[in-house]
């Protein structure tokens, strides 16, 4: 199965971002349009800096940490990878790490769930000669999953974070 970052990838990670901001903005339109232009300042100053806060910058924080710190091409048959040109065989994983929030895990994802928090998470191949390989979910939105799929035999841990940011290092 062969995977990339690609726009299509990027657009599936992002559609939720893009759904909400086109629906925020189209109300703010229309407000802008049937109400007084003082009450309009006021509510779109005050639900912009929540937008802002809640929806768009954790979601542009960990997009552009995922672009910068992971690899971008991964073909991945049963038990083997080729990661950016270089062949992993399944026998040389000690475990995966899949670092994620709650609601990637739980599958809780909705309205009470944040753009980021079921589309965003990374994971990390942990190999025995101590080397660590870090891929995102802007290959897959179910890298997990095919993961799991192909390397049967490697040891998957979950580990649960609010916000999966990637240590900058490669």
């Known amino acids: 199965m062969d995977l990339k970052v690609s726009s299509k990838s990027q657009f599936r990670v992002l559609r939720e971002l893009i759904l909400i901001s086109t629906f925020y903005f189209c109300g703010m339109i229309f407000f802008y349009l049937k109400v007084e232009f003082g009450l309009f300042k006021i509510l779109f100053l005050s639900t912009f ?22 690899h971008n091409i991964l073909k991945v048959e049963e038990n083997w990878a080729d990661i950016n040109g270089s062949i992993t065989p399944g026998n040389d994983i000690e475990k995966v790490k899949i670092f994620a929030t709650y609601q990637h895990f739980d599958g809780l994802v909705g309205v009470t769930a944040l753009p980021y928090n079921d589309y965003y998470y990374y994971v990390e191949l942990h190999l025995k000669e101590g080397k660590i390989i870090r891929m995102t ?16 035999d490697v040891v998957f841990i979950e580990v649960v974070t609010p916000f999966p940011m990637i240590p900058n290092s490669k």
Request: aromatic share 22%; proline share 3%.
């Open 49 to 70: 800096v929540f937008y802002l806060i809640g929806f768009f910058l954790p979601v542009y924080i960990l997009h552009a940490n995922y672009l910068k710190n992971s």
């Open 137 to 152: 979910s802007l290959l897959d939105y179910k890298l997990d999953k095919i993961l799991q799929k192909h390397f049967k």
